[in-house]
């Protein structure tokens, strides 16, 4: 409890900027926990990737088959719509795959964006409350008045805005960069299973025994 109250005591002394940063915080948690689930819906996962490679390199297009319609996710919908000739992945299975990829990985990076919005700002904005905080302190500067100490502890409040600024950016640094490894990760199975895909539809299949990577 006393935690909390010590808390709650820096966090009102660091300004209103401090508002707004925590809003920033929030704002970082939602998008964090909204793509996360959206991200484990429609992520087949890097371990169907490698198996539908593997058995489609190897001849087993039943097999293939079953994996992309057992699993789940973007990538596993478009390779069954693929490989089962679909009416509408028929006639251009590349085009198809193209389309729809760049569709699904669109969705994918929705919202991260405001995330790299949020590491920019929320240093600039505990500056900013830094800043007001320390013209705050020296305008009470008083030599006769014996205000030296005053103004040294104001400085020091007007910090905590800085550090709230730096922390929130550091979060959503971190979120940003998680979703985005796990997008690249994506795109490259994309890649390997379509051109993978465009290999068998040529006929052009001499079997693999390595793991994809």
Request: aromatic share 8%; hydrophobic share 50%.
């Amino acid at each position: 409890m006393e935690l909390l109250t010590t808390g709650i005591t820096f966090f009102q002394k660091g300004g209103i900027v401090m508002y707004v940063l925590l809003l920033c915080s929030l704002f970082v948690l939602s998008i964090g926990i909204e793509r996360a689930l959206y991200f484990r819906r429609m992520d087949s996962g890097r371990a169907f990737a490698r198996d539908f490679y593997l058995a489609l390199a190897n001849g087993k297009r039943q097999q293939a088959e079953k994996l992309a319609d057992d699993a789940r996710g973007a990538l596993a919908d478009i390779l069954f719509a693929v490989i089962t000739k679909k009416p509408e992945a028929r006639k251009n299975p590349a085009t198809y795959m193209e389309v729809q990829s760049g569709i699904a990985l669109a969705k994918l990076r929705k919202r991260l964006y405001y995330l790299s919005v949020i590491v920019t700002m929320a240093p600039l904005l505990g500056l900013l409350g830094t800043i007001s905080g320390m013209i705050t302190s020296f305008s009470v500067f008083n030599l006769e008045s014996g205000q030296a100490t005053a103004i040294t502890g104001g400085v020091g409040e007007a910090l905590i805005a800085t550090a709230m600024g730096l922390c929130v950016a550091i979060i959503a640094l971190t979120v940003h960069a998680y979703f985005s490894q796990r997008i690249e990760n994506i795109v490259t199975d994309m890649e390997q299973c379509f051109s993978m895909v465009e290999t068998a539809e040529a006929g052009d299949i001499h079997g693999v025994k390595e793991e994809a990577s």
